[in-house]
C-alpha cells in the first residue's frame, strides 16, 4: 500500500510539471517598444538596390525624426510615442538625380499609428483619414498586421525579428506596401518598399528605379 502511494503521487508530479510546461510552451509573446526604438547613439548603414543608406535619428522636444541618406535621395520620418505606440505626423521626401529633382512633404489629418504595442503575432491595426500632399488633400486608409517571428541573415549578421507589413491605399490610385523586419533595440534591420500609383511622382520614381526598395543592413556605428 505504501510504494502504491509512493507510486500515485510520483505520477501526480510528473503530470503537473508537464502540464506547467505545456503552459509555459504556449505562452503567446508580446512585442513592445523596444522593436521601434528611437536611439541617437546609433548609425545604421544599409545596403540596398538604391545604394547605400544612412539612417539617423534626432529627438527633437517630444518627436523623433528619422532620416534615411543616400546620394539619391533623403527621406525623413517625424514621429511621436504614446503609452499604447507610435505614431507618425509627417513625412519629407527629396529626390534628387541628373535627370529628375523632387520635394514631396505629407501632414495628416491626426497621427497615423504605426507600431503599436504591445504586439502579438497575428494582430492588425488600421488607420483611416486625410493627408496633406505638398497642398493637396486626400483621404488615405493604412492597414497594418504582426506577421511573423522570422529569423533574418543580414550584411551586419543574423538577427530574430518581428516581421510588420503595412498597407497605405490613397484615394488617387496609389498603393504602397511597406515590409519590416524589427529587431530589438535596432528597429528596422530590414524594409521591402514597393509603390504602385499612376500619379507623375509615381512614374518618375518607376522610371529610376524608386517604386521598389530593398535593404539590409549592413553595419551599426555608435555615435558619441
Known amino acids: 500500500m505504501y510504494k502504491l502511494k509512493i507510486l ?15 503552459r509555459d510552451t504556449t505562452k503567446i509573446f508580446e512585442y513592445g517598444e ?11 548603414i544599409f545596403e540596398s538596390n538604391v545604394g547605400e543608406t544612412q539612417k539617423i535619428v534626432e529627438v527633437i522636444d517630444s518627436l523623433y525624426k528619422v532620416t534615411n541618406i ?11 510615442k504614446k ?7 509627417k513625412t519629407e521626401q527629396d ?19 504605426q507600431f503599436p504595442h504591445p504586439l502579438k503575432i497575428g494582430d492588425t491595426w488600421e488607420w483611416t483619414g486625410y493627408q496633406v500632399k505638398n497642398g493637396d ?4 486608409s493604412i492597414s497594418g498586421q504582426a ?11 543574423k538577427f530574430n525579428t518581428l516581421h510588420i507589413k503595412l498597407f497605405f491605399d490613397e484615394v488617387d490610385g496609389e498603393k504602397t506596401s511597406l515590409d519590416q523586419w524589427l529587431a530589438p533595440n535596432l528597429g528596422a534591420v530590414k524594409t521591402k518598399v514597393i509603390i504602385d500609383g499612376t500619379g507623375i511622382i509615381q512614374f518618375a520614381m518607376s522610371l ?3 517604386d521598389e526598395i530593398d535593404s539590409e543592413l549592413k553595419e551599426v556605428i555608435y555615435r558619441e
Open 8 to 22: 500515485l503521487f510520483s505520477l501526480i508530479l510528473v503530470y503537473s510539471i508537464s502540464a506547467q510546461a505545456s
Open 34 to 44: 523596444e522593436y521601434f526604438p528611437f536611439n541617437e547613439t546609433k548609425e545604421l
Open 70 to 80: 543616400s546620394d539619391k535621395f533623403v527621406y525623413t520620418q517625424t514621429f511621436l
Open 83 to 89: 503609452d499604447d505606440g507610435v505614431y507618425l505626423i
Open 95 to 113: 529626390i534628387s538625380t541628373f535627370l529628375y529633382s523632387t520635394e514631396v512633404v505629407v501632414t495628416y489629418s491626426k497621427p497615423v499609428l
Open 137 to 140: 488633400t486626400t483621404s488615405i
Open 147 to 157: 506577421v511573423s517571428e522570422d529569423s533574418v541573415n543580414l550584411p551586419a549578421g
Open 208 to 210: 529610376l528605379g524608386y
